[in-house]
């Protein structure tokens, strides 16, 4: 069963960074693209960020430059490293594995302070 567990998320003031981990299991991780999405209050869950299996990465608009997604196949982790992060960041952030989009995680919560 594919499990995706995230961590990393926190308060922030605004400028500052944090690091996401999503730890996957249940799959073959290495050939599996991965991708970052986040949901605030009252609007739909959107894509953040996405890479695939050889480490092509697509960003979405709103984080381009300041986002960045890698990933460690030794360890079936994806990170989202996140710099400049602004009160528009704030959201609970979710990992996923694109061949198994019905699966999710608990997500991690990212709150940004102005």
């Known amino acids: 069963q594919v499990q995706l567990v995230e961590s990393g998320g926190g308060l922030v003031q605004a400028g500052g960074s944090l690091r996401l981990s999503c730890a996957a299991s249940?799959?073959?991780?290495?050939?599996?693209?991965m991708a970052w999405y986040r949901q605030a209050p009252g609007k739909q869950r959107e894509l953040v960020a996405a890479?695939?299996?050889?480490?092509?990465?697509n960003y979405a608009d709103s984080v381009k430059g300041r986002f960045t997604i890698s990933r460690d196949n030794a360890k079936n982790t994806v990170y989202l490293q996140m710099n400049g992060l602004r009160p528009e960041d704030t959201a609970v952030y979710y990992c996923?594995?694109?061949?198994?989009?019905?699966?999710w995680g608990q997500g991690t919560q990212v709150t940004v302070s102005s």
């Open positions: 890479i695939t299996s050889g480490g092509s990465t």
């Open positions: 249940g799959m073959i991780f290495s050939i599996s693209a």
């Open positions: 996923n594995a694109l061949r198994f989009p019905g699966y």
